[in-house]
Nanobody
Framework: QVQLVESGGGLVQAGGSLNLSCAAR????????MGWYRQAPGKQREFVAS???????TYTNSAKGRFTVSRDNFKFTVNLQMSKLNADDTGDYYC??????????WGQGTRVTVSS
């Protein structure tokens, strides 16, 4: 089993920056791709960004040019550096890790609030 622990959420003004971190604990050998999803109030959870162990990244269109996802394969951490934040970025951000052998892993979520 793997536990994902997020940190770094908070309140930020529009146009500001925030960095989210996620650390994986447990049977990390099962982890494949890592990344982030978010859920805005009243909306479904949506993909934000992901990164493979090889360093290949994928972003949702709204994150391109503003967010940067990175990972440390030795520490099994994944970060999301967010800049130029706007109100649409408000939501609960969830760390995600693909599981090579079963259901994917999810963190508990960290809240990001962007004030206009």
């Amino acid at each position: 089993q793997v536990q994902l622990v997020e940190s770094g959420g908070g309140l930020v003004q529009a146009g500001g920056s925030l960095n989210l971190s996620c650390a994986a604990r447990g049977s990390t050998v099962s982890i494949g791709s890592m990344g982030w999803y978010r859920q805005a109030p009243g909306k479904q959870r949506e993909f934000v960004a992901s990164i493979t162990a090889a360093g290949d990244t994928t972003y949702t269109n709204s994150a391109k040019g503003r967010f940067t996802v990175s990972r440390d394969n030795f520490k099994f951490t994944v970060n999301l550096q967010m800049s130029k934040l706007n109100a649409d970025d408000t939501g609960d951000y969830y760390c995600h890790a693909g599981n090579r052998w079963g259901p994917d892993f999810w963190g508990q979520g960290t809240r990001v609030t962007v004030s206009s």
